[in-house]
């Protein structure tokens, strides 16, 4: 029995993937962590899964194939309708349920609003699915209102948060930041995590996420001990 968890952003491009790649790195062979990403657009490049799969050099079995691939780089509902494709949301939906209790990592596409088709949102599928939330936000100027208007209509949704965690680049307002969203947003800042200073190798990398990220396991505790959380 395992605990499957959902990585929501505040926004596109905000640092998902990242916070997704060090937790991969950090925890995914010592407790058996996949990662899964179930919907992918932009895919005429390479997807996130063969990114987070490139920089923490982990093999096949700890990766699951995403639902729904779309060439287009755009919001669900668009990609698949320039793809010539259709997102069937209780389909991916029954594909969720069957990984709910075990140990995946699953990475949403951009932020909680965004929709999966033209009548249903990301924050519906997230509710539906029934999955514990952990929310990337940034470091950066603007994050306090992404973060706290992400928590908000998570919450208010009755959708389970586990916490947020801020990742970017290293700047003076974070330590701020993260203590304002967490008096005010009510959930528990679960740690902050700034890019590296340059290009890492995959064995720099796996060094650089077990030293900087996480380092008071407030994320993988509150994931191995659910019922205290959820």
Request: glycine share 8%; net charge negative.
């Amino acid at each position: 029995m395992g605990q499957a968890f959902y990585v929501a952003g505040t926004g596109t491009d905000v640092g998902k993937t990242f916070f997704s790649c060090l937790f991969m790195a950090k925890y995914a062979e010592t407790y058996g962590f996949r990662y899964w990403k179930p919907i992918q657009t932009g895919a005429t490049s390479a997807g996130d899964t063969e990114l987070v799969q490139k920089t923490t050099n982990l093999p096949d079995p700890y990766f699951l194939k995403p639902v729904y691939e779309f060439q287009t780089p755009a919001s669900p509902h668009y990609a698949s309708k320039q793809d010539g494709k259709t997102l069937d949301p209780k389909f991916l939906l029954t594909a969720l349920a069957k990984e709910r209790k075990t140990n995946t990592l699953i990475e949403g596409a951009g932020g909680v609003f965004v929709p999966w088709t033209d009548d249903y949102l990301t924050i519906k599928g997230i509710g539906e699915s029934n999955l514990p939330v952990v929310v990337i936000g940034s470091t950066e100027l603007g994050t306090i209102n992404h973060t706290l208007l992400t928590l908000d209509a998570l919450t208010s949704r009755f959708v389970a948060v586990l916490g947020f965690y801020l990742v970017g680049p290293e700047n003076s307002l974070q330590t701020d930041n993260a203590e304002t969203i967490q008096r005010l947003g009510g959930a528990p800042c679960l740690g902050v995590t700034n890019f590296p200073k340059q290009k890492l190798s995959p064995i720099e990398f796996i060094s650089f996420a077990n030293h900087q990220f996480d380092p008071n396991r407030n994320v993988i505790d509150t994931l191995l001990n659910p019922d205290d959380e959820i």
